[in-house]
T-cell receptor, first 112, second 112 residues
Framework: NAGVTQTPKFRILKIGQSMTLQCTQD?????MYWYRQDPGMGLKLIYY???????DKGEVPNGYNVSRSTTEDFPLRLELAAPSQTSVYFC???????????FGQGTRLTVV | DAKTTQPPSMDCAEGRAANLPCNHS???????VYWYRQIHSQGPQYIIH???NNETNEMASLIITEDRKSSTLILPHATLRDTAVYYC?????????????FGKGTRLSVIA
């Protein structure tokens, strides 16, 4: 049971480049989330999804897009990378409204 | 979901019990107390949750006061690997679509 898998683990982007952070879970969870964590700071919610085809903005959605075409996958897209998006990105999933959330190991992104 | 207050940091000697407090004075009757921790650079990890009764699992114990306005997470025999940021989160049974919101947590340092 792999849980929540994020790829890549590390990435360096140049300003203005685009990329997609991949997140997949094999637990058939309905709820999925993207957080970012800046150095020394707490987690901030970017986007979340309560099921395939349904997404909603979190606290810091600007500069990002998401899609949820399947239960398993919840990719996060950066269209025009900026240095302010240098951060560690965590994906998480949860079965329903309650219960525990499972987190991936993170993607460390640097924009130069 | 009710707000929580935690001390920013705590130290604990290795092998001793670590007692991490959390205040949630505005908690309502249908809200659970959840604890997560984040070991350096890793994704947050679920520890335990409870409603009003004390709970224990293989990782920790959760003591909730009778008025439910505060709780304590107990790591009975702290090890160096327990050094992490610990998050106390209050969340309603019927939170449904509301995602997990992480505050600043308590940075626990276990000292040899």
């Amino acid at each position: 049971n792999a849980g929540v898998t994020q790829t890549p683990k590390f990435r360096i982007l140049k300003i203005g480049q685009s990329m997609t952070l991949q997140c997949t879970q094999d637990m058939n969870h309905n709820y999925m989330y993207w957080y970012r964590q800046d150095p020394g700071m707490g987690l901030k919610l970017i986007y979340y999804s309560v099921g395939a085809g349904i997404t909603d903005k979190g606290e810091v959605p600007n500069g990002y897009n998401v899609s949820r075409s399947t239960t398993e996958d919840f990719p996060l897209r950066l269209e025009l990378a900026a240095p302010s998006q240098t951060s560690v990105y965590f994906c998480a999933s949860k079965r329903g409204g309650g219960g525990e959330a499972f987190f991936g190991q993170g993607t460390r992104l640097t924009v130069v | 979901d009710a707000k929580t207050t935690q001390p920013p940091s705590m130290d604990c000697a290795e092998g001793r019990a670590a007692n991490l407090p959390c205040n949630h004075s505005t908690i309502s009757g249908n809200e659970y107390v959840y604890w997560y921790r984040q070991i350096h650079s890793q994704g947050p990890q679920y520890i335990i949750h409870g409603l009003k009764n004390n709970e224990t699992n293989e990782m920790a114990s959760l003591i909730i006061t009778e008025d439910r306005k505060s709780s304590t997470l107990i790591l009975p025999h702290a090890t160096l690997r327990d050094t992490a940021v610990y998050y106390c989160i209050v969340r309603g049974i019927n939170s449904g679509n509301t995602p997990l919101v992480f505050g600043k947590g308590t940075r626990l340092s276990v000292i040899a």
